[in-house]
């Protein structure tokens, strides 16, 4: 089983310019989210989704933009890259009907480098 | 809004010794879903157990146990006869309900002294 695929795993940037963070989960989860984790501070929740055509706002969602096309993906968008956006990203995804546990389940997680 | 604290940024244990992690969380609401995730070197994510608020029983999964004080909004893991495979970043996190975001605590930084 893949689970929760993120790619790419490494990227470097340099300011200004823009890429996207891609996610992809084959375990039909309503739920998929976007964190990052900088030492000291935790995971902090970028934005998430609850379904196809449906995103919310996180703690630290300046900066980045989501769409939730499929039930499938959820690609995190970077505008205008800034040095403050270096830090590690994950993406997350959970079951939310009958049966739920609220297990997350992540991807390896992908390093950013904002020059 | 919701927030998840853990005040003790770094935690050491000697091999087979047992250690506790806090955990303290501000919600306003009565039914609600808490986690504690382990985070290794590897930087998998991995859950190490959960617990249902409207469940009074204590959660436990082998050696990991947690107190859970509803009153006191507070979640502590406690690790028995601590491994050093256990040495990880130890991360609590909050959930309201299945369709609602899941917010985590800065982490705790635990070290297995063989």
């Known amino acids: 089983n893949a689970g929760v695929t993120q790619t790419p795993k490494f990227q470097v940037l340099k300011t200004g310019q823009s890429m996207t963070l891609q996610c992809a989960q084959d375990m039909n989860h309503e739920y998929m989210s976007w964190y990052r984790q900088d030492p000291g501070m935790g995971l902090r929740l970028i934005h998430y989704?609850?379904?196809?055509?449906?995103?919310d706002q996180g703690e630290v969602p300046n900066g980045y933009n989501v769409s939730r096309s499929t039930t499938e993906d959820f690609p995190l968008r970077l505008l205008s890259a800034a040095p403050s956006q270096t830090s590690v990203y994950f993406c997350?995804?959970?079951?939310?009907?009958?049966?739920?546990?609220?297990?997350?389940?992540f991807g390896e997680g992908s390093r950013l480098t904002v020059l | 809004a919701q927030t998840v604290t853990q005040s003790q940024p770094e935690m050491s244990v000697q091999e087979a010794e047992t250690v506790t992690l806090s955990c303290t969380y501000d919600?306003?609401?009565?039914?609600?879903?808490l986690f504690w995730y382990k985070q290794p070197p590897s930087r998998q994510m991995i859950l190490v157990i959960r617990q249902e608020a409207y469940k009074q029983q204590n959660a436990t999964e082998n050696r990991f146990s947690v107190n859970f004080q509803k009153a006191a909004k507070s979640f502590s893991l406690k690790i028995s006869d601590s491994q050093l495979g256990d040495a990880a970043m130890y991360f609590c996190a909050y959930k309201k309900t299945s369709y609602d975001k899941v917010i985590f605590g800065p982490g705790t930084s635990l070290s297995v002294i063989p």
């Open positions: 997350a995804s959970s079951y939310s009907g009958q049966g739920y546990t609220g297990e997350l389940f």
């Open positions: 919600t306003s609401e009565s039914d609600y879903y």
């Open positions: 989704s609850v379904g196809a055509g449906i995103t």
